[in-house]
Every structure is written in C-alpha cells, then in structure tokens.
C-alpha cells in the first residue's frame, strides 16, 4: 500500500469514527443528558464554595488576635476540602454531617475558640454552606423527578454537532495520558512537579500532553500559586469519556 492510499483510507477511517462518535452523541440518554446539567450546576456551586471560603478564611486574620488561629484555619480548611469532595461525590448526606459536626467542633459547649467575633464569623460561613449544598440537592432531586419528553425532543431538534467541532472537542482526549492528567487533577489542584511524580512522566512529556488540555479549557493553570487545576469543561469531558465507555466501548 502506497504512502498515499494509507493516508487516504486512514482519513476515511477517521470520518467513520467520528460519524459514530456524532451519531453516539446525539442518542445520548436523557439521565446522561441530566447527569451533564447536574454536573454543571454543581461545579458552578463548588467554585463559589471555594472562592467564599477562600475569601472567608483570610478575612479571620483581621479580627481580634487567638492563640489558636493558625491551627484553625488549617483545620478548616482541611475540613472543608473534605465535603467539598463529598459535595463532588454526590454525598449530599456526608456533606450535611460533616459540617454539623463542623458547628458543634465550634460553638459546642468544649469549643476552644479565643475569639467570640472569629467564631460567630466561622459559624456563619458554615451555615452559608449547608444552604448551598441543601440548594444543590434540592436541584438533584428536582431535575431527577423531570419528565424526559420535552427536553429529548429539544436535543433532537437542536441540531447535529459538525465533525469539525466533534473533532475539536475530542481531539485534547486522544491520548490516554491526558485522560490520566485530568483524572489525577479531579480531586483537586496540583503543582507542576507533584503531578509529573503521581503520573511518572517527565517534563517535557507532561507538558505535551497538558498543552492541548490548557488549549482546550480541561485544565487551567491557577495563575497565584502556579498550580494546575481541571475546569467545568474537563470535568464535562471526562463525565463523556465515561458515557463513550459505557456506551461503545463493550
């Protein structure tokens, strides 16, 4: 076979492929298609819990002096970072305990808190987050109990999406490293160096394979602590890549 006639049925092959793939995307079951939107709602949700925390937590050191700040803080944010891995999860009853447990650690009666303004600021900060994960649950379990009717008639005559752009968004997934990056990223951000070790790749390896990432938005680079971190999008993209899985791949 000639260099020509191998480059020619290749390009066919790959048509074919991603005719399946579109093909594949439009007969997306309706729980995938809810599982996407809750998907969605629920990171937009965490990235505000982390940014309000964030912000919350530094706002502790300009109220009056305990000896006991630092370690609170660095308790808090361990917690925190523990239901929000929970909240991620699905685990909206984790999550609840967690941060009643959060409340009584607090303003229980063996608090060991210094400061009656730093904790009544702590408290408040929990309550804002019981209501935002009450909110996420009560989403789930509005969406869950939806009829499908309308909105699989809305997906099948929204159109079919072009190979070319099919082609964009699957291209940055091509690679099974990259599925590796992004799963190892979804817990949580990671340095440059400590990603390279939990993978095993070298330098130069992984920032080929995080280029398309960052080039797509599946990965963002936190600018302040130059840290790598996956996006709604790559979490989206991954919440594919399982549904492809389920779906084709036996």
């Known amino acids: 076979m000639s260099e020509e006639e191998y480059l020619t049925r290749s390009l066919e092959d790959l048509r ?18 809810k599982r996407v939107v809750l998907t969605q709602i629920q990171f937009t949700i965490s990235n505000y819990y982390e940014d309000f ?41 984790s999550s609840i305990s967690s941060l009643e447990m959060v409340e009584c650690i607090v303003g229980g009666e063996n608090s060991t808190c210094g400061s009656e303004e730093c904790m009544a600021h702590t408290l408040r900060m929990v309550g804002e987050v019981k209501m935002l994960v009450q909110l996420a649950e009560r989403i789930r379990d509005s969406v869950a109990g939806e009829e499908a009717g309308i909105l699989e008639r809305g997906m099948i005559e929204s159109g079919e999406t072009s190979p070319e752009e099919a082609s964009r968004l699957i291209s940055p997934l091509s690679h099974p490293a990259r ?66 899985s389920r779906r084709i791949g036996s």
Do not use: W
């Open 16 to 33: 074919a492929e991603i005719g399946l793939l579109n093909r594949t995307m439009m007969d997306i079951r309706y729980e995938d298609f």
């Open 53 to 93: 925390l964030r912000e919350g937590i530094e706002r502790m050191d300009c109220m009056p002096e305990c000896k006991f700040r630092a370690e609170c803080k660095d308790k808090l944010r361990e917690m925190f970072d523990g239901i929000n891995h929970d909240f991620l999860r699905d685990d909206f009853e």
């Open 179 to 244: 599925i590796r990056i992004l799963r190892e990223l979804e817990p949580g951000g990671l340095a440059f160096s400590d990603l390279s070790r939990r993978l095993e790749m070298r330098t130069g390896h992984l920032q080929f394979h995080l280029r398309p990432l960052l080039d797509e938005e599946y990965v963002k680079k936190i600018r302040n602590r130059g840290d790598y971190s996956i996006t709604q999008r790559g979490r989206l993209a991954l919440d594919f890549v399982d549904m492809l």
